[in-house]
C-alpha cells in the first residue's frame, strides 16, 4: 500500500548529499516518517538520514553514489511505502524546578513562577533534533505562554542536566557548555554518557534520546 504524494524541494548539499524540506502541517512526522523508511529499507544505498523540524538530510557513502541514486531516493520519498510505525518512545524526565532565571522568566511572561511550573510539565514533548552539543535535545511543543527571549549575554558555562527555555523551544543541557537559554531547573538525568557504550556497534547507547522520541517532565 502507497501513501499519498508528500509535498517537499530539494537540493544538493556538498557533493553527495541532499537536503529535503517538507511543506506543510504534520512536516515533523512526515520527516520522522520519511528517515525511518530510508533506514529501513535494504535497497536503499543511502548511509545515513538525519532529520531536523522539517528537513532531512541524506548522505550517500561517495559522489558518485549521490549521482547514480539521488533521483531513484527522491522519487521513493515522495511516495512511501506504507510500513507499520512503531510508536515513539516516552520518557519521562524528573525535573526539580530551581533554575535561577526561573523567577526571570516568570517576570518576562507575566505568570507566577508555580503556573510556570505547571505549564512547564503538561504538555507532551517531542524531540524535533539532537544537536548543539552531543545529546542536546530541542524539545517541540513548548506552550506559546512560555516562550522566552534568549539572554543578550550567554553564560561561560551551563552544568550539565540543566533544563532551560530558549524561544519556542525547551531542552535540557546534555554537556557542561557555554548557553544563551533560560534555566529553569535540573535533572539527574544523563542524556549523553560515553559510559553506556559497551562495544563499537553500540554508539547509540550514549545518547538517551534519539530525533521523534516523546519527552514528558515531572517535577521532583
Request: proline fraction near 9%.
Amino acid at each position: 500500500m502507497q501513501i499519498p504524494n508528500r509535498s517537499f524541494q530539494w537540493q544538493p548539499c556538498g557533493s553527495r548529499a541532499a537536503l529535503v524540506t517538507f511543506c506543510g502541517d504534520g512536516a515533523w512526522d512526515t520527516v520522522a516518517t520519511a528517515a525511518n523508511e530510508l533506514h529501513a529499507d535494504p535497497n536503499s544505498r543511502v548511509v545515513d538520514a538525519t532529520p531536523a523540524f522539517d528537513k532531512l538530510l541524506i548522505e550517500f557513502a561517495d559522489a558518485e553514489e549521490y549521482r547514480t541514486q539521488i533521483t531513484q531516493t527522491i522519487d521513493s520519498l515522495r511516495v512511501g511505502e506504507s510500513r507499520a510505525q512503531q510508536a515513539p518512545r516516552l520518557h519521562h524526565i524528573p525535573v526539580r524546578y530551581d533554575g535561577e532565571d526561573l523567577a526571570y522568566v516568570a517576570e518576562c511572561v507575566a505568570l507566577p513562577v508555580s503556573e510556570v511550573v505547571r505549564l512547564h510539565q503538561f504538555p507532551v514533548y517531542q524531540v524535533a533534533l539532537l544537536g548543539f552539543s552531543p545529546g542536546f535535545p530541542y524539545l517541540e511543543g513548548l506552550p506559546p505562554a512560555l516562550h522566552t527571549p534568549r539572554r543578550s549575554t550567554p553564560r561561560p558555562c551551563v552544568p550539565v542536566g540543566s533544563v532551560a527555555i530558549g524561544g519556542s523551544h525547551t531542552g535540557v543541557y546534555s554537556l557542561a557548555t557555554p548557553a544563551g537559554w533560560n534555566l529553569i531547573g535540573t535533572t539527574s538525568l544523563r542524556l549523553f554518557d560515553l559510559g553506556r557504550i559497551a562495544s563499537p556497534q553500540s554508539e547509540a547507547a550514549a545518547f538517551f534520546l534519539k530525533p521523534g522520541d516523546h519527552v514528558k517532565f515531572v517535577a521532583e
